[in-house]
């Protein structure tokens, strides 16, 4: 009997081993060197002598490739097949996480799923590993878009090709020599029309205020709208026209509410996936009895109109005569204004990212926007400071990630105390909430897991789910 239920332990044991091994040559991609995970095992005194074959077959989530050279990582949820625990009870499968969730953020009476799609290469998207989901009533979203602004300097470009009320279109590109290209969920989408010199031309003529000066931003809020406009130049002549769709949304206070705070938040996301969107609603939302001051540099998060309050509420406006100035202009107001919050919309100097952090450090609230994702953002040697910054480190034996002596670390406090980390998806917009920010950069620096907590609103639900989020590191 003893001699039986030491077998169980053992394969118990190895079990274990194997998905350790797992954990750690899996970080950067979903395949591997069999010598490499060899290596691995045998680290974790798995004897793997003429056994390579049996210990993948015993697992449900590797398999080698017809050349036995490779070893293939087939789930994002790493989960050893079962085997009996000593005591004869069955053993839960293994999954790959790391320490739960402090007990302040673990949500209640929340269903516990795992994620089963397969594990992405290292350029593709985050690893997601398991998964606390909830649902939430919300009221719908309200969509406010002033389409005739653009149909009035469009023309028949516009009546003839273009249907400007569909919500999912979000930039018109019109190019010399090119037909019209419009972007509509993240996918450009070609139309018949040529455009030529003649329609730049008179797009430019019907410009409210006879045209921009791109001079200085290369962008103009036309009417009393939120839409933009930005040339394409060639050897000094304009031959080109980018348009981007402003709306105006409300109603999404619910999938920031009870995070945003008195905290400082940062927002990341690619271009044009809702970042000005969402800072708008989020002014809106702490200028309730405070003195928000918002530095909106190009006019996209206010527009031209002088009735502001539907769009930010009760935040002063600020635009800087020179945008390469912008830090000059939040300097300004932390000095003369009195702000209990500052907002602006793009960073995008190392100045800037000072400054912020010169205003964090005098007790007032800070809210920004930025492109690329928390991952980008962390190995940006110019924005990075944002986050913490980073610099190299000897390490000890005992510390080394991976055999790597010489480590990146986070140099000082981060910033911002949340980031929202905005992705368009085949569902709409996602917003992944990344909080406890200093511990989880340094997680990302080590390529571990970070906690998110993610928010989607489908319809009148608010989707939410707490996760654990692989990024490959570089």
């Known amino acids: 009997m003893s001699t039986s239920k030491t ?10 081993a ?16 069999v010598s490499l995970f060899i290596k691995a095992l045998q680290k974790r005194n798995v004897n793997t002598r003429k056994k390579l074959t049996r210990i993948i077959t015993s697992t449900d989530y590797l398999q080698l490739t017809s050349d036995n050279n490779v070893v293939v990582l087939t789930s994002s949820t790493f989960s050893a097949k079962s ?12 999954v790959a996480t790391t320490p739960a969730l402090p007990p302040a953020t673990r949500p209640v009476a929340l269903s516990v799923t795992s994620a089963t799609t397969p594990v992405p290469p290292p350029a593709a998207r985050p690893v ?29 470009i516009a009546s003839k090709h273009l249907d400007l009320e569909d919500s999912a279109v979000t930039d018109i590109f019109l190019d010399v020599g090119s037909n019209i290209s419009v972007k509509i969920n993240g996918e450009c989408v070609q139309f018949e029309k040529s455009i ?41 002549s304009i031959t080109g026209i980018t ?10 206070l619910p999938v920031f509410e009870g995070v945003v705070e008195q905290k400082n938040v940062l927002l990341c996301g690619a271009p044009n996936v809702g970042k ?8 809106k939302y702490l200028s309730r009895g405070k003195c928000l001051c918002l530095i909106d540099t190009s006019g996209e998060v206010c527009g031209e109109s ?8 009760t935040s002063r406006v600020f635009r800087p005569v020179d945008p390469a100035k912008q830090y000059a202009t939040l300097l300004d107001c932390v000095r003369n204004h009195s702000p209990d919050v500052i907002a602006i919309d793009e960073l995008n100097t190392k100045d800037e990212v000072e400054v912020c952090q010169t205003i964090a450090l005098r007790s007032i609230q800070m809210v920004a926007s930025v492109h690329g994702n928390i991952q980008d953002l962390v190995f940006n040697p110019m924005l990075n400071k944002a986050l913490g910054g980073s610099t190299q480190a000897l390490v000890s034996d005992r510390v080394a990630i991976d055999g790597r002596k010489v480590v990146v670390q986070r140099s000082t406090r981060p910033i911002f105390d949340v980031v929202i980390n905005i992705t368009r998806t085949s569902q709409g917009l996602e917003y992944s909430f990344i909080e406890d920010v200093a511990n989880n950069v340094s997680r990302i620096m080590e390529g571990k897991p970070i906690h998110i907590r993610r928010r989607r609103m489908v319809d009148d639900e608010l989707l939410e789910s707490r996760e654990e989020v692989l990024y490959p590191r570089e």
Do not use: W
């Open 7 to 16: 077998k169980k332990q053992v394969a118990a044991i190895e079990a274990a």
């Open 18 to 33: 194997i998905e350790t091994a797992a954990k750690e040559c899996f970080v950067n991609g979903n395949e591997v060197a």
């Open 83 to 94: 085997a009996p625990s000593p005591a004869g009870r069955p053993v839960a499968p293994p």
């Open 128 to 156: 997601t590993l398991p998964t606390i989901s909830s649902t939430k009533s919300v009221p719908p979203l309200t969509v406010n878009c002033d389409t005739m602004a653009i149909a009035d300097i469009l023309g028949d």
């Open 196 to 236: 030529d010199h003649s329609d730049v031309s008179m797009i430019l003529e019907r410009l409210p205020g006879g045209g921009p000066d791109f001079k200085q931003s290369n962008r103009v809020i036309f009417g009393h709208t939120l839409h933009r406009l930005a040339a394409v130049t060639y050897d000094g």
């Open 243 to 252: 348009i981007r769709v402003g709306r105006n949304v409300s109603g999404l």
């Open 276 to 283: 000005t969107t969402t800072l708008r609603e989020i002014c």
């Open 306 to 313: 002088g009735n502001r309050r539907h769009i930010v509420g």
